[in-house]
């Protein structure tokens, strides 16, 4: 029997694969061999599966990576480096499944709040992490955007920007950051 997990990851991979409207609980099903009656243990309906893959979403591709951000360590410069190598590293797929989620909140107020949300709470981390760091406040709020931008720009363009060509233009943005002399190799290695 499949799990909760597996139907909310399976949700993903068809969001991922063919967009919002292949999200059925026929396909669902299909793709995991099993019945309606095994989707229903674990859902009420469509509208309850949705509300709880995008919790999953938001959990999977924004809190797990702050949270494994600030396990990293005590330091801004590091926690921030952690965090955009774990986002540039991810192999799950996110870059598809961004795309897909982007799409589908021009279509539906529910995915549109979590979109916003979601960006929101990007934001906040990494401005909170650049503030940290010392620089003036006045450019707090731009560069937090700025580093963000760069991620979903380059998810967006075609074909988008691989991992190599993001660290490079990260290692360019971060080389702007406040930074103690004993430290400053360590932009050069980012991320």
């Known amino acids: 029997m499949a799990s909760r997990r597996d139907w909310l990851e399976a949700g993903l991979a068809v969001l991922e694969q063919d967009g919002a409207r292949a999200l059925t609980i026929e396909r669902l099903c299909g793709e995991l061999g099993l019945t309606k009656g095994s989707f229903y243990h674990h859902f009420k309906g469509m509208a309850g599966f949705k509300t709880d893959l995008l919790t999953h979403f938001e959990t999977e591709h924004t809190s797990r990576f702050v949270s494994d951000a600030e396990s990293a360590g005590a330091s801004a410069r590091h926690r921030l480096?952690?965090?955009?190598?774990?986002?540039?590293?991810?192999?799950?797929?996110?870059d598809a499944v961004?795309?897909?989620i982007r799409a589908w909140a021009l279509q539906d107020p529910e995915v549109h709040a979590l979109q916003e949300r979601v960006d929101r709470s990007r934001i906040d981390y990494l401005r909170t992490l650049w503030r940290e760091l010392g620089g003036p406040e006045a450019d707090v709020e731009p560069m937090a955007r700025l580093l963000y931008l760069v991620l979903v720009g380059a998810q967006q363009v075609v074909p988008p920007v691989p991992a190599p060509g993001l660290r490079d233009i990260y290692a360019l943005a971060l080389r702007l950051?406040?930074?103690?002399?004993?430290?400053?190799h360590e932009w050069e290695d980012t991320p």
Not at 81 to 94: A, E, I, Y
């Open 81 to 94: 480096l952690h965090l955009l190598g774990l986002v540039l590293d991810d192999k799950s797929g996110s």
């Open 177 to 184: 950051a406040p930074h103690d002399p004993h430290e400053a």
């Open 98 to 100: 961004e795309i897909a």
